[in-house]
């Protein structure tokens, strides 16, 4: 049996309650769960493929993987070949298991850095081998490495790598015989800084050998209940993966890889959604800093980071009395552990509703 670390969010559980016997209900920024509607261009491109008695493509169809590229090329400038798009089954199911289709093993370390979404680690386990989290590949030494996260901008903290970081990263990796595994699921969220994919020639010197790019669309099109997702990057690799998928039966449903190609092809409702956010953060974050908390890197992203000095569990009651629910620090490492990680997806009411309590 594989030893796997408590699932976090249990522990919140009596917090939540008492925010939830707040007279004017529960504001919940604990988890960046879309609350905004789905695109109508999605939804009836999903109705649309609705007929779909017969098994999807494992590798996703043309028109997706045609789609995933274009988007990567015209919003990033990140140039792929269709063939080495994969679309995968949410983008935690592939954090969680890349390490296990990858042949990692037993005495092998998975490294992520040292405040990170908790999955990197559990992956790691999953596949039997050692979790190292860490902000420097130098303290690695001679230990065998076949993974190493990047994740930018980050969950928790909303902080961007900057592209000589990532390249670094590269190097580094490339020097040592390592993948980069690049989480990427918040990159069209930039507000302070703008965010680059690990597979941008500024990074990668055009060469996207040894490197694997994750997306999402739960964040961009509020489509977290369709687990719509992909990863590209290193086509070797990415055909690797794709073998291991199809014997183990990990397949998208036709109708979400047509819904996906659908909002990928389209920036308009991403740009009306990125507004949204902006609006919410913009007077949530004042809201904070006027209460006395600090808000550090958050400079993209759906997150703030924020810590008044006192242990991140007791900022957590403290909000809870004010029927506002957030993620303790310590959730994402031990360096968390006088922060709080503060979601802007709920919905406009609910903000206004944290800033009029804060005041």
Not at 54 to 76: D, I, K, N, Q
Not at 225 to 238: C, K, M, N, Q, S
Not at 257 to 269: E, K
Request: glycine share 10%; net charge negative.
């Amino acid at each position: 049996m594989i030893a796997l670390p408590d699932f976090p969010w249990d522990r919140l559980t009596p917090y939540k309650e008492v925010a939830q016997a707040h007279p004017d209900g529960i504001a919940d920024l604990s988890v960046g769960t879309p609350v905004d509607p789905v695109p109508e261009l999605v939804r009836q491109a999903l109705a649309d493929a609705s007929d779909s008695p017969g098994y999807p493509l494992t590798h996703g169809t043309p028109e997706l993987r045609a789609a995933a590229a274009g988007w990567l090329a015209r919003r990033h400038g990140v140039h792929v070949d269709p063939a080495a798009v994969l679309p995968v089954i949410g983008t935690k199911e592939l954090v969680a298991w890349l390490p296990t289709l990858l042949g990692v093993r037993g005495g092998d370390r998975v490294v992520f850095p040292e405040l990170a979404y908790p999955t990197y680690d559990v992956g790691a386990r999953l596949a039997g081998a050692e979790p190292y989290a860490t902000d420097g590949l130098v303290a690695l030494g001679p230990e065998r490495a076949p993974l190493v996260w990047v994740n930018s901008p980050s969950n928790p903290t909303g902080r961007v790598l900057p592209a000589g970081h990532l390249a670094k990263v590269v190097d580094w990796a490339r020097e040592h015989g390592s993948i980069v595994a690049s989480d990427e699921c918040y990159i069209g969220l930039g507000w302070e800084e703008q965010p680059v994919s690990i597979l941008h020639p500024d990074v990668c010197g055009g060469s996207h050998q040894g490197l694997l790019a994750v997306h999402s669309l739960s964040k961009r099109s509020n489509l977290a209940g369709y687990r719509a997702g992909f990863v590209t990057g290193d086509p070797e690799l990415v055909q690797r993966l794709l073998e291991v998928r199809k014997h183990a039966g990990m397949i998208m449903p036709g109708p979400v890889q047509a819904a996906m190609a659908a909002a990928l092809q389209d920036d308009a409702h991403a740009e009306e959604q990125r507004a949204r956010y902006a609006a919410r953060r913009s007077v949530l974050r004042p809201a904070l800093e006027a209460a006395g908390w600090r808000i550090e890197h958050s400079t993209a992203g759906l997150y703030l980071w924020a810590g008044d000095g006192s242990g991140c569990w007791d900022q957590v009651r403290r909000l809870s009395e004010k029927g506002i629910l957030v993620a303790p620090g310590d959730f994402y490492g031990t360096a968390g552990k006088q922060h709080i990680r503060i979601a802007i997806t709920a919905t406009d009411e609910r903000i206004n509703a944290v800033v009029r309590r804060l005041q």
